[in-house]
């Protein structure tokens, strides 16, 4: 059963700092990693998708890197402002045959301090 | 805007209710999901629809029944609920084809608080 872990679980950085989340999950056997924002009580925009022939994607400040074979991928997150403030979720599709389901990570809650 | 919609945003209902969530979708996906997030939980998948079809039930208990009468409509009717099924509902779509990137877009939620 593939699991997906999220370091850390909380986050508080000034404004201005470069930092990184992280994503780990037990089982290489993938399709896709989808990394999440999500701001309190509300619901999860798509931030960036990796197949998993790829090594990374960028977005604007943002570039999420994929390692699959040791089951890790990284959000990085250029100059962080204060707008940057949500929870952050990792998720995977496993292989085409074994159906559409995410398995999602628990998140990593970023506090950027003005 | 994700072009995913979700009815109602927020709902308090009795053990003894019954109600319903509502999910409309604008993206002409074919694939329809329902997740459950719970405080201090990982989102959970509780059923997925393909094509109208229900091809995943994640071992839901009976009181929750997904139907899909369309593409473009889920619901998950509720009944009998109990306390701790208090958490936010999420509906989400994707574009199921072979090659594709199958990437999930995700409505807002209802806040469901069961007392």
């Known amino acids: 059963k593939q699991e997906v872990t999220q370091i850390p679980a909380a986050l508080s950085v000034p404004e201005g700092e470069n930092l990184v989340l992280n994503c780990s999950f037990t089982d290489s056997a993938i399709y896709n990693l989808q990394w999440f924002r999500q701001d309190p009580g509300k619901g999860l925009t798509s931030l960036l998708l990796i197949q998993s022939s790829q090594r990374e994607q960028t977005s604007g400040r943002l570039n999420a890197s994929l390692d699959k074979s040791s089951g890790r991928s990284t959000l990085y997150i250029a100059a962080s402002q204060p707008g940057d403030s949500a929870t952050y979720l990792c998720?995977?599709?496993?292989?085409?045959?074994?159906?559409?389901?995410?398995?999602f990570g628990g998140g990593t809650r970023l506090m950027v301090k003005p | 805007e994700t072009g995913v919609t979700q009815t109602p945003r927020h709902l308090v209902m009795g053990m003894t209710n019954k109600k319903s969530l509502k999910c409309e979708q604008h993206?002409?996906?074919?694939?329809m999901y329902w997740y459950k997030q719970s405080a201090k939980k990982p989102l959970e998948l509780m059923f997925v629809y393909n094509f109208k079809e229900q091809t995943e039930n994640n071992s839901v208990p009976s009181r929750f029944s997904p139907e899909c009468p369309n593409s473009s409509h889920l619901f998950l009717h509720l009944h009998t609920l109990q306390p701790e099924d208090s958490a936010l509902y999420l509906c989400?779509?994707?574009?199921?084809?072979?090659?594709?990137?199958?990437?999930?877009?995700f409505g807002p939620g209802t806040r469901l608080t069961v007392t």
């Open positions: 993206l002409g996906h074919n694939a």
């Open positions: 998720a995977v599709r496993p292989n085409n045959n074994a159906g559409n389901m995410l398995t």
């Open positions: 989400a779509s994707s574009q199921e084809a072979a090659g594709g990137l199958y990437e999930q877009y």
